[in-house]
């Protein structure tokens, strides 16, 4: 198939075929090709089992998208969604998409709720939003469902993971009889069963199949570096393996264009295959590469497939793989044909949910390692200068420029003139001043995660009883408590990361239908430690129902914000951190 044909035989429109286009991106995700024509053509309530990081948003908002025409009256599709930051990123990918103008705005608590009201006032085609601040809204009349059609539940387990579920079901009891519901979830527990049962129709289901990884051959690595800091990465992995000889994955044709402009700025012999590359261009270069007359191939996963090469040494995921499938083919091109092979993958902060997911499915053992230091990288290309000189001198090959020695020693002691020969041929790339500084993740450094919980001395907590509270309801023995911090309406515990998930589950699991009240802290978000501090989002009884002070547990805060109840939720990615359970949240990796 040619360029797009894949999406186009999903029954998309031309006009969203070219928006895809632009995007970059070239070939549908499994839960695409799933929900895509189902959603398009067909009128049964959905649930789609995949995970995140699968490309979800793009299967139901590319259908969307092309059903709904401008209205702006009352809302046509509502989104709902566990948390603020994926409710922006759920919006700013429709936005991405929509070519026929359709209002969409995100509706999340935290943000200002006036600016909510005249947007919605406004009126709205498609509302995304964290279920706490859409209730609100309903309960204040402001939002309207009776005349919705469309209803997305994204990460469904997520929000009853966050305590969440009561809201999700009463928001529902005011939909329409005349709506379609789309749930998407990466499990299916017994209480998103029971939801699905009770409010959605005829009910089609689709589910994206797991895959082994089977590379027995295959070292698998990976790496936490910040996007910004990838190609510098990339470039340190390159530069201390003498042998380099591998494929690199882009996600996207532009990506892979700007990767390969870069790789050949800084002298290395690459090339590059997309969708757009003609069919004799690839020709050329797949020659060029099996030859290796060009060591280092950046590629698309589209690109990428019927590329026979049994011995490459290297696999680099430089962006995530769309799905787990992908990443089993990626890594599976090499340690083949009996030749052991690494492979390679960049985890930036936005992906650690999404690698902790796939990690979890493809049931593989990736093992962190550090990137290696500068001095590690000219040590190496040192001892291989060395290695080349002697392979000359033995050869003798070089007596063609013994006359031009000669000249330059006569004019210049011995040593000055080789370190000037060096310094000519190979500029300041022996000098640690060429590599700029890799800054380290603020992740895991000593595996530890920092917990918000919103309690304090107000709800009759000290550090004491916080720390009771943990052992208690939390199964956490004294030494994995630690940097125990009490302000007046908030508090900060430290624990290790391994631990942190569960924790943040278990104790908005036990707040009884009221407001969760646990996350892991997001940088600046902690007083006195680079940040201002976090106003708390209790109801009126307190997180814990109406106990009160007295038993240490309730509330007696006013809540910070009608229906504010939404969480920071861990990177996409959700490494174990855009990872993403362990997906989520998010490692401090506080000193």
């Known amino acids: 198939m040619s360029n797009l ?38 009128q049964n309530d959905i649930i789609a089992q995949a995970q995140t990081g699968t490309g979800k948003t793009a299967a139901f908002g590319l259908p969307l998208l092309e059903r709904l025409e401008p209205a702006r009256g009352t809302v046509q599709t509502l989104i709902l969604v566990p948390t603020r930051e994926l409710a922006l990123q759920v919006t700013e990918e429709l936005l991405s998409f929509n070519r026929k103008k359709l209002s969409v705005a995100p509706i999340y608590g935290g943000a200002s709720i006036s600016e909510q009201l005249r947007r919605l006032k406004r009126g709205l085609d498609i509302v995304v939003g964290t279920p706490g601040r859409i209730l609100d809204h309903i309960r204040r009349g402001t939002l309207d469902l009776g005349q919705m059609h469309y209803l997305v539940l994204d990460e469904a387990d997520e929000m009853l993971n966050m305590g969440f579920i009561e809201d999700v079901e009463e928001i529902m009891s005011h939909m329409s009889e005349d709506r379609r519901v789309m749930l998407f979830s990466a499990t299916m527990p017994d209480r998103i069963a029971a939801l699905s049962k009770k409010y959605m129709r005829d009910v089609e289901i689709l589910k994206v199949l797991n895959q082994q990884v089977t590379a027995d051959l295959t070292d698998q690595i990976y790496f936490e570096v910040r996007e910004a800091d990838k190609f510098d990465a990339l470039t340190r992995i390159i530069d201390v393996e003498p042998d380099f000889y591998g494929i690199v994955f882009g996600r996207t044709k532009v990506g892979v264009d700007e990767l390969v402009s870069k790789l050949l700025e800084r002298g290395y012999a690459a090339e590059g295959l997309h969708g757009d590359v003609s069919q004799a261009q690839r020709e050329q270069i797949l020659r060029k590469f099996k030859k290796k007359q060009v060591n280092i191939l950046v590629a698309t996963d589209v690109a990428a497939r019927g590329i026979d090469v049994n011995n490459l040494t290297h696999v680099i995921n430089y962006s995530l793989p769309q799905d787990t499938e992908s990443y089993v083919h990626r890594i599976g091109r090499t340690g083949r044909a009996g030749n052991q092979g690494t492979a390679i993958t960049f985890i930036s902060p936005s992906e650690f949910r999404q690698f902790g997911n796939m990690k979890r499915e493809i049931k593989a053992d990736i093992k962190k390692e550090q990137l290696p230091s500068v001095q590690d990288v000219i040590a190496i290309k040192r001892s291989k200068l060395q290695d080349d000189l002697q392979e000359v001198i033995e050869s003798g090959n070089y007596t063609e420029y013994k006359e031009m020695a000669g000249e330059i020693l006569k004019s210049y002691p011995a040593e000055e003139a080789l370190s000037a020969l060096l310094r000519l041929a190979f500029k300041n790339e022996l000098s640690e001043s060429h590599y700029p500084e890799i800054r380290s993740i603020n992740v895991d450094r000593r595996g530890k995660a920092r917990i918000f919980l919103a309690v304090g001395r107000y709800d009759g907590f000290d550090a004491r009883k916080l720390v009771d509270l943990l052992k208690r309801e939390c199964g956490l023995p004294d030494s994995k408590i630690d940097d125990v911090r009490i302000m007046d309406s908030f508090s900060f515990v430290t624990v290790p990361f391994s631990d942190a998930e569960a924790v943040v589950r278990k104790l908005n699991q036990i707040s009884k239908g009221s407001q969760p009240i646990a996350e892991v802290a997001k940088d600046g978000m902690e007083p006195g430690k680079g940040g201002k501090g976090r106003k708390s989002f209790r109801g009126d009884k307190g997180p814990w129902g109406d106990k009160g002070a007295r038993g240490g547990y309730g509330g007696r805060g006013k809540r910070d914000g009608a229906g504010d109840r939404d969480f920071k939720r861990g990177p996409k990615s959700g490494y174990g951190p855009k990872s993403r359970k362990v997906s989520t949240v998010k490692r401090s990796g506080r000193k």
């Open 5 to 42: 044909d894949e999406f186009r035989a999903l029954g998309l429109s031309e006009d969203m075929l070219r928006a895809i286009g632009t995007k970059g991106f070239e070939t549908p995700s499994p839960i695409q090709k799933l929900a895509i024509p189902v959603l398009l053509n067909g």
